[in-house]
């Protein structure tokens, strides 16, 4: 069959070019919106009297069939058909014959690409921001079950003051919540309807771009023609919504490696979750995470490489534009399994509670305690405090204990206003709970922070 449009250029296409400009490999991905897209627009011009309800008709059930024939992968793609949108409006006229011809009145590829793209940037929004919420939710668990158990909190890498797991868990409830809100946000922003703006300017057909808009589940039709077309902040969007995404969830994925190390063995991945070497039988690889982490780099160059392709185009359409799909596809693909994987590698984990609570004994956690107690109780400026406590940490160090582990007579040595209570200060417990302030560490503020991310997860409106 010759070419759908084949107006201005005559003369048949080179093998060449229809491999270089076809974007149909990849953008059939988008069949069920663009079938759904033109249902609806067939549906509108029905309404309009711009179609009659038999060729309506005729058009729906055309479109049943297509749609069948590519769940059934019955359909014949080919590359000349250039994509997705002329690919089914063609065989929408081997089966129905001249009506077919109709469907794409008061219509351009510019906003149909537009609205199958951003449908698509939409349901994939929402589902991230449902795969989100059950991570959280397993995070709101393990924090439950860990919020007196203690292990050093770090800065630097270096041990600093004790933490409690729950309370460390929380901080990515924390980062995943804004995620969340972030999906949510970007929806109702770009939720607004571009078909009807046909090539950039409008129709001269009598349309109704309310119907359709309602019908496919927008807010509202969008404002400008010509902004419509041209615009792809909805897939910008999405794309910086992952990148951040995996930012955080490859920072967790840095830490459950580190965890998982034979140095910490602050938890262990199931099997189920792990591998193995090649070589080494002994070995047990943390992959999952790993890969999680390693993932990030293909988001980021997603991003980069959407807004690099918008940055310099002149208004409106540019073919340069159908380079936005790939990346998009891509990085929706990536977050969906990571969001998956790492929900059940976490669900599946288990927590060496021991070995963090042994881990906290190493590195002086509670120095900050006895500097607080010095100034607190002593009466002692705290800068004066910083440095006796730094002297009485190099006493400890020479003794090859802990300062939690030093005795009242070896501490009064450093100063003799010490007293007996800064024990109570010393001991690493107390030290993690004495951080009561808001938002902070101890086990009575963690089961706060909890319950506020509870409730916030219970009543949230997806
Ligand atoms: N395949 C194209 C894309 O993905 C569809 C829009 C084509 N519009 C056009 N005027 N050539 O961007």
């Known amino acids: 069959m010759a070419k759908l449009a084949s107006g201005r250029v005559t003369e048949k296409s080179s093998q060449l070019l229809d491999e270089f400009n076809a974007s149909l490999m990849f953008d059939k991905k988008l069949y069920a919106e663009d079938i759904e897209g033109s249902i609806a627009h067939a549906s509108m011009l029905a309404n309009q009297g711009i179609l009659t309800s038999d060729e309506l008709t005729q058009i729906i059930d055309g479109m049943a069939e297509i749609k069948v024939e590519i769940e059934n992968e019955k359909f014949v793609f080919d590359i000349s058909d250039e994509d997705i949108h002329m690919a089914i409006e063609k065989r929408l006229t081997e089966i129905i014959g001249d009506t077919g011809k109709k469907l794409h009145t008061a219509r351009s590829r510019n906003d149909q690409v537009a609205l199958d793209f951003r449908m698509y940037v939409q349901k994939n929004s929402k589902n991230l921001e449902a795969l989100t919420l059950k991570l959280i939710d397993t995070l709101l668990d393990i924090a439950s079950s860990h919020d007196e158990t203690m292990l050093p909190g770090m800065t630097h890498l270096q041990h600093a003051q004790p933490i409690n797991f729950g309370y460390h868990m929380l901080a990515y409830v924390a980062m995943f919540q804004r995620d969340v809100q972030r999906f949510s946000d970007s929806f109702k922003r770009n939720n607004f309807s571009p078909i009807g703006c046909a090539a ?3 129709t001269p057909h009598n349309i109704d771009r309310e119907f359709t808009a309602q019908k496919l589940g927008f807010d509202a039709p969008t404002v400008n023609c010509l902004d419509t077309v041209s615009d792809r902040d909805f897939a910008l969007e999405i794309l910086f919504n992952i990148a951040t995404l995996m930012t955080h969830i490859s920072r967790l994925s840095e830490e459950l490696v580190i965890w998982s190390s034979s140095e910490f063995k602050f938890i262990a991945l199931s099997d189920a979750y792990s591998t193995s070497s090649s070589i080494m039988p002994q070995k047990k690889n943390p992959d999952v995470p790993e890969l999680l982490r390693g993932k990030s780099g293909r988001v980021y ?10 940055k310099g185009l002149p208004l409106a359409y540019n073919k340069d534009m159908q380079e936005d799909k790939e990346g998009v596809f891509d990085s929706v693909q990536t977050a969906d399994i990571s969001l998956r994987i790492l929900n059940e590698a ?14 906290c004994q190493v590195g002086h956690l509670s120095a900050t305690d006895l500097a607080d107690y010095l100034a607190k109780e002593c009466d002692i400026p705290f800068r004066d405090a ?5 002297a009485i940490v190099v006493q400890a160090e020479k003794l090859g204990v802990d300062l939690s582990e030093m005795s009242l007579e070896e501490l009064k040595v450093a100063d003799s206003r010490i007293g007996e209570d800064v024990l109570e200060y010393l001991n690493l417990r107390n030290s993690m709970n004495a951080r009561n302030s808001q938002g902070g560490t ?3 503020s963690t089961k706060v922070q909890i319950a506020y991310f509870k409730e916030w997860l219970e009543n949230y409106e997806k």
Do not use: C, D, F, R
């Open 200 to 202: 950039l300017a409008g």
């Open 301 to 310: 160059g997603n991003l980069i490489a959407l807004l690099t392709v918008l």
């Open 346 to 359: 976490l669900a599946t984990m288990s927590v060496n509670s021991a070995n963090m609570e042994s881990a």
């Open 386 to 390: 910083y440095k006796i406590t730094g």
């Open 442 to 444: 101890s086990s009575k």
